[in-house]
């Protein structure tokens, strides 16, 4: 399973883009690229998964450069809201087999007003 | 659609004593996952199943077990408690064609 790094902490302004990114060297070639986000005492919630290139919706937007090391989650005009632990993790999501959730430590995204 | 759902939400135990957690899926999906979440160790895999066959599983001793039924309900069993268990445990389920994973709200269990 692929190992991911990310920043432990991050502060951010009401209103301001965020950009979170992750490390990945060890990316597979059927790896994709899926974020959660969490709240205390709360399950992990999905965001926003990608193979290649950019993804976009509602929430975020994730870009992956072409060699797959590293992606960046973007968060647009954050609000108080958006504080909360974000996970990234890479994993086979073909469906080819069984899939097994690695958890990093995750980005503490803290918003402030 | 409703989403995943874990019950009980809290529960209050003893050492020693055994607990079991359940977990309903998302309706049709057949792949369910379970989690334990601590302040010290983070989320960590148990194990997941697909079918009511365990399909994979993590590093966890063998008083954590589980099993599906055919419905694709989950239960997951702790045995002789230790304090040690104390954690919020998190069930995720999935379709299995994309195995994105989306989780339930987790069951908080304190051991006394």
Do not use: M
């Given at each position: 399973l692929a190992k991911t790094t990310q920043p432990i902490s991050m502060d951010s302004y009401e209103g301001q883009e965020v950009n979170i990114t992750c490390s990945h060297n060890?990316?597979?070639?059927?790896?994709?690229?899926?974020?959660?986000?969490?709240?205390?005492?709360?399950g992990p919630r999905f965001i926003i998964q990608g193979y290649k290139t950019k993804v976009t919706n509602e929430v975020a937007s994730l870009f992956i450069p072409a060699d797959r090391k590293s992606s960046t989650l973007s968060l647009p005009?954050?609000?108080?809201?958006?504080?909360?632990?974000?996970?990234?993790l890479v994993g086979d999501s073909s469906g080819a087999g069984s899939y097994q959730l690695t958890f990093g430590k995750g980005t503490k995204l803290s918003v402030i007003p | 659609k409703a989403g995943v759902t874990q019950t009980p939400r809290y529960l209050i135990k003893t050492r020693g004593q055994q607990v079991?957690?359940?977990c309903s899926p998302i309706s049709g999906h057949r792949s369910v996952s379970w989690y334990q979440q601590t302040p010290g160790q983070g989320l960590q895999f148990l194990f997941e199943y697909f079918s009511e066959t365990q399909r994979n599983k993590g590093n966890f001793p063998g008083r954590f077990s589980g099993r599906q039924f055919s419905n694709s309900r989950s239960e997951m069993n702790v045995?002789?408690?230790?304090?040690?268990?104390?954690?919020?445990?998190?069930?995720?389920?999935?379709a299995g064609n994309t195995d994105t994973q989306y989780f339930g709200p987790g069951t908080r269990l304190t051991v006394l």
């Open positions: 060890n990316i597979a070639t059927n790896d994709y690229i899926t974020w959660y986000q969490q709240f205390p005492s709360q005009r954050v609000s108080l809201s958006d504080t909360a632990v974000y996970y990234c | 079991t957690l359940s045995s002789t408690l230790e304090l040690g268990d104390s954690a919020l445990y998190l069930c995720a389920s999935s």
